[in-house]
């Protein structure tokens, strides 16, 4: 037996549960792991909610990353040990205790990074590996626009960009947040409660535009987001923490010849090659310092639902992770 926290229907922070379940034993090609950090991500938020509108089974785990030690392993695992300390993104059911999870998908930790830090940082060191390297890779000398530049996402997108050499322009909802991502490496910080981003991100510019936003707010930026880009510019929809995008003409991206993805993390990590490559990208730039994660709260995992309604608040800064 172990405690997850699930819901039974879809709902605010209100329908998680605190209950207990079967632990199976790992089956072939699986391993059974003890948690001891869960990721805590807005995408979490979704799966609860059921915004992204997928058919789903009840009840349901919420989670979808997590840290922990392998304590057992299923028939044909020869990748992994008893002991080993492993990380994972992207395999539903994490708000757990113990769980058991695919062995193809563990990845092990190096020594060198703390398992807190993996929970708090893994899912969104892989996001912005693909945002910044592969989906649109940054060049030295672009100006680019991030969205939501203070939270979890945003602070290593900013980080990890200016690395790369960009110009950095990022949007937040507080003079506090502004600070915060400045000493991050946010060129540009635009407080959009206060300003007209659009306007200060063509000032900025000098009316140019930018080639790139990274737009993770959804309904109440992202048509603004298209206004800030240059002829020819990407913009790219990650994330919906206001509500989906709705829907618009596509000859709105007609005068500029602009193009829009909606990607997600899935499809840029779905093989090994991909999964273990984009993760030693992640360990190299925590390990480096390039980018430094905050881990600015703890919740024990049972508390869940007030994580959620913080998270949701959208005062919060940085990465918080779920302690089970």
Known sequence: MANVIQIHEHGGPEVMKWEPVDVPDPGPGEVQIRQTGVGLNFVDTYHRTGQLGHKVSFP???????????EALGTGVDSLNPGDRVTYSGVPGSYAETRVVP?????????????????????????????????????????????????????????????????????????????????????????????????????????????????????????GTLDCLRPMGHAVNFGT??????????????????????????TFIAT?????????AVFGVLRDGTVKVDITARYALKDAAQAHADLESRATTGAMILVP
């Open 103 to 223: 062995a193809g998908r563990m990845v092990r930790l190096p020594d060198d990074i703390p398992d807190d830090l993996a929970a708090a940082a893994f899912l969104r060191g892989l996001t912005a590996e693909y945002l910044l390297r592969r989906l649109y890779p940054v060049k030295a000398g672009e100006t680019i626009l991030v969205h939501a530049a203070a939270g979890g996402a945003g602070q290593i997108i900013c980080q990890w960009a200016k690395a790369l050499g960009a110009q950095v322009i990022g949007t937040v909802g507080t003079d506090e947040k502004a600070a915060l991502v400045k000493g991050l490496g946010c060129d540009h910080p635009i407080v959009y409660t206060r300003d007209d981003f659009v306007e200060r991100v063509m000032e900025i510019t000098s009316g140019k535009g930018v080639p790139v936003a990274y737009d993770s707010v959804g309904k109440d930026t992202f048509l």
């Open 60 to 70: 349901l785990i919420l989670g979808v990353q997590g840290t922990g030690v392998v």
């Open 272 to 280: 090994r090659e991909d999964l273990e490559m984009a993760s030693d």
């Open 241 to 266: 923490a206001s509500g989906q995008v709705e829907p618009f003409p596509l000859q709105h991206l007609h005068s500029k010849s602009l193009t829009v993805t909606r990607p997600t993390l899935g």
